[in-house]
């Protein structure tokens, strides 16, 4: 049987901690590829009035427009912000849950309140690595007005 503390430690912080790190990873490649897209999206405009001058430049310019498609490609495919949003919801959801166990706040004021807290907590990531695995299965949603078919 494993106590309290091992499970806290050994199950629980391993969790929380892979939340938190995945959830920082993807809020900044997400940050990243967003700046880069807004940069290179920016960029394009500016260069276009000095287009007429020159070879590279239209070539820069074209560069620029399909490094914006690609970046909006990706982003829509890793789905990184959901993924940041959803990783550090549930890291807060894992922490809350300890802290209220630790405390012995409502629902955990009960006898057999460890049992409770493993049930509770492995739900919490049971449901998170379903719904993982169901996005996985399909395709993400597309973006914008093509979208809104009835």
């Not at 629980?12 to 959830?23: H, M, N």
């Not at 276009?48 to 690609?70: E, P």
């Amino acid at each position: 049987m494993i106590s309290p503390e091992e499970y806290i430690e050994k199950r629980l912080g391993d969790q929380i901690a892979w939340y938190d790190r995945k959830s920082a990873t993807n809020q900044r490649w997400f940050k990243r590829l967003r700046f880069a897209e807004i940069v290179a999206a920016a960029t394009i405009p500016f260069l276009s009035g000095f287009a007429d001058r020159s070879l590279a430049i239209k070539i820069a310019i074209g560069t620029l427009g399909v490094v914006v498609a690609v970046i909006a490609s990706v982003l829509g495919l890793l789905q990184l912000q959901v993924h940041w949003m959803q990783y550090r919801a549930v890291a807060e959801l894992l922490k809350k849950e300890k802290f209220l166990f630790l405390t012995q706040t409502d629902p955990y004021n009960k006898d057999d309140a460890f049992h409770l807290f493993v049930q509770r907590v492995e739900a919490l990531l049971s449901k998170e690595n379903t719904e993982w695995a169901q996005s996985i299965m399909q395709p993400p949603k597309a973006e914008g007005p093509a979208s809104k078919q009835s």
